[in-house]
């Protein structure tokens, strides 16, 4: 997990964008099923959000199941 000491809260961007160039790099969609799961304790950096939203814009519909796990 990345964290910023000025928000205190994980970035969680990097780990979406790691999983975009894993995907993109080793598994095309149209031959593998691509299965995300997160867990979280709820807290991403403000200003990490709309990068998230972003990031999970285009990783979502790529994807055959997404789950959210919030400990």
Not at 14 to 34: F, G, L, P, T, V
């Amino acid at each position: 997990f990345f964290g910023t000491g000025s928000t205190g809260g994980t970035v969680v961007s990097a780990a979406y964008k790691k999983a975009e160039q894993i995907i993109r790099a080793r598994y095309a969609a149209s031959d593998w099923n691509i299965y995300f799961a997160q867990a979280s304790d709820g807290d991403n950096a403000y200003n990490d959000d709309p990068e998230c939203k972003k990031l999970l814009s285009r990783l979502l519909p790529a994807s055959q199941y997404y789950a959210y796990i919030e400990i």
